[in-house]
Nanobody, 125 residues
Framework: QVQLAESGGGLVQVGDSLRLSCAAS????????MGWFRRAPGKEREFVGV????????NYADSVKGRFTIARDNAKNTVYLQMNSVKPEDTAVYSC?????WGGGRWSPTTYDYWGQGTQVTVSS
């Protein structure tokens, strides 16, 4: 079992920056690839990005590419989502998730075995 807990959400203005954290506990964190997803009101859960357990390989949704960055610190069992130049459409509940898989399904929520509760990000214009 892996337990995940997000933090860092809040209310920000358009163009601001925000960093979300996801702290992991339980089984070895370093063996998991970690994804970030978001769900806006009335919409489906959306892939934001993912980082390989090696900490070097990442993938991002087109909607956030160039603005968001994922990093991890395996020594601290923590993965981060740095959000820059935020937009109103970034408003959502952001969740981190863990998977042992690194393949074509890493964009799909069904690939992930463990999820955090989520943290709300609201971007005000």
């Amino acid at each position: 079992q892996v337990q995940l807990a997000e933090s860092g959400g809040g209310l920000v203005q358009v163009g601001d920056s925000l960093r979300l954290s996801c702290a992991a506990s339980g089984r070895s964190f370093s063996g998991y690839s970690m994804g970030w997803f978001r769900r806006a009101p009335g919409k489906e859960r959306e892939f934001v990005g993912v980082i390989h357990w090696n900490g070097r390989d990442t993938n991002y949704a087109d909607s956030v590419k160039g603005r968001f960055t994922i990093a991890r610190d395996n020594a601290k069992n923590t993965v981060y989502l740095q959000m820059n130049s935020v937009k109103p459409e970034d408003t959502a509940v952001y969740s981190c998730a863990a998977t042992m898989t690194w393949g074509g399904g890493r964009w799909s929520p069904t690939t992930y075995d463990y999820w955090g509760q989520g943290t709300q990000v609201t971007v005000s214009s």
